[in-house]
């Protein structure tokens, strides 16, 4: 009977020790809706791992990273999904309209310059970490094509806007 009992709670155990693995990925924040623990993965990134998910990343201070500040709808303050580096205001889908709004005049090249600067920055430092991504872990490696790929549209609507404010002030 007693090692019957052992066998039983070893695989509790095990069970239980399962249970908190997958508990390490997950996101750290307490839902407005059902007052439980937010069930969704955490952000995995080499460089400044977070202990919130996408959805929560505004909770975490130390992040670089937090959501696009653009509001879909005005009426019900429903705001963009996309995850974006703090450098920026929106995401690449937005870009456009922040640039038109905030990004005026001779202040406004040299600002748009700036983050073309740092747009190339960025774009290196996820390239060296996709290769370094490529052969460990493949779940990084793709989520750093589709950030370089985000970040090469935010390049190219930087350089368009930066035309634009030339030929502006050029005539």
Partial sequence: KEKGKEKISSEQKR???????????????????????????VIMDEVNPSIYCAEHIDLDPNSIFHRCKYELFTD?????????SKDYKCCH???????????????GIKKTTDLCKRTIQLVQEERKLQVKAKNTNSAIYHRK???????????????????????????
């Fill in 93 to 107: 889908k937005h870009l456009d309209l922040w640039l038109e709004n905030d990004f005026v005049g001779q202040d």
């Fill in 145 to 171: 094509c589709k950030q370089i790929k985000k970040y090469k549209s935010i390049n190219r609507s930087l350089n368009v806007h930066l035309i634009k404010l030339g030929s502006i002030y050029a005539s």
């Fill in 15 to 41: 069970h239980t020790s399962k249970r908190e693995e997958k508990q390490v990925n997950k996101c750290l924040a307490i839902t407005t809706v059902t007052k439980l623990r937010c069930q969704n993965f």
């Fill in 76 to 84: 019900m303050k429903q705001k963009c999904k996309e995850i974006i």
